[in-house]
């Protein structure tokens, strides 16, 4: 008989730290993949330790924090969130992105009119989040889309939403590169975006 220690692991990436150059700095990836993720991992697995949840998936642990131990909930919240906003982060960029297909610009704009008031919300939601955490771009139940934006590691999948972009904005994405200005960082960001993933994400149930 087998027993299989399962725990939640750092994903690799799809491309190497230096890939999103000049837009994402090469030690900015590092630093945030191979330290702050890999911290998220180690303490989430920590968190649940001996728990049947390690083996469920990232999702299912975030929509039912409410029923965990009561000193367990705050660390699987922030490290279960990190967890989980960062790897789906990373996959959201390309090296290579697609551009936007006609479909999901016309998906785009029958919500927000034009790509570039699209923008212009997203970048204000990015822009308005006052310490760490995200813009959002929703796909809500009835398949609209709303932008929302997320303190620290809070996620809309904690409320069964689902988030099909994103953008972390905590200063540790992009201070080594940006400092203070992070509406540059904001705007080099959608050099790196893969459209075709958002679209992906958006088709998904
Ligand atoms: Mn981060």
């Given at each position: 008989?087998?027993?299989?220690?399962?725990?939640?692991?750092?994903?690799?990436?799809?491309?190497?730290?230096?890939?999103?150059?000049?837009?994402?700095?090469?030690?900015t990836?590092?630093i945030h993949?191979?330290?702050h993720?890999?911290?998220?991992?180690?303490?989430?697995?920590?968190?649940?330790?001996?728990?049947?949840?390690?083996?469920?998936?990232?999702?299912?642990?975030?929509?039912?924090?409410?029923?965990?131990?009561?000193?367990?909930?705050?660390?699987?919240?922030?490290?279960?969130?990190?967890?989980?906003?960062?790897?789906?982060?990373?996959?959201?960029?390309?090296?290579?992105?697609?551009?936007?297909?006609?479909?999901?610009?016309?998906?785009?704009?029958?919500?927000?009119?034009?790509?570039?008031?699209?923008?212009?919300?997203?970048?204000?939601?990015?822009?308005?989040?006052?310490?760490?955490?995200?813009?959002?771009?929703?796909?809500?139940?009835?398949?609209?889309?709303?932008?929302?934006?997320?303190?620290?590691?809070?996620?809309?999948?904690?409320?069964?939403?689902?988030?099909?972009?994103?953008?972390?904005?905590r200063e540790h994405a992009?201070y080594?590169?940006?400092?203070?200005?992070?509406?540059?960082?904001?705007?080099?960001?959608?050099?790196?975006?893969?459209?075709?993933?958002?679209?992906?994400?958006?088709?998904?149930?």
């Amino acid at each position: 008989m087998y027993i299989v220690a399962m725990t939640f692991l750092l994903p690799k990436l799809p491309y190497d730290h230096d890939a999103l150059e000049p837009y994402i700095d090469t030690r900015t990836m590092e630093i945030h993949h191979t330290k702050h993720h890999a911290a998220y991992v180690n303490n989430l697995n920590a968190a649940l330790e001996g728990t049947e949840r390690l083996t469920k998936p990232i999702e299912e642990v975030l929509q039912s924090i409410d029923q965990l131990p009561q000193d367990k909930q705050t660390a699987v919240r922030n490290n279960g969130g990190g967890h989980y906003n960062h790897s789906f982060f990373r996959q959201l960029m390309s090296p290579k992105p697609h551009p936007m297909s006609t479909h999901l610009e016309g998906i785009i704009m029958s919500y927000f009119e034009t790509i570039d008031n699209f923008k212009e919300k997203f970048a204000a939601a990015a822009m308005g989040r006052f310490g760490s955490g995200r813009a959002r771009l929703i796909k809500e139940n009835d398949g609209s889309l709303t932008i929302m934006s997320t303190s620290n590691q809070d996620s809309p999948v904690m409320e069964g939403k689902k988030p099909i972009l994103w953008l972390d904005v905590r200063e540790h994405a992009y201070y080594l590169k940006y400092q203070n200005l992070r509406a540059d960082y904001i705007k080099n960001r959608r050099n790196v975006v893969d459209r075709k993933r958002v679209e992906e994400h958006y088709e998904e149930a």
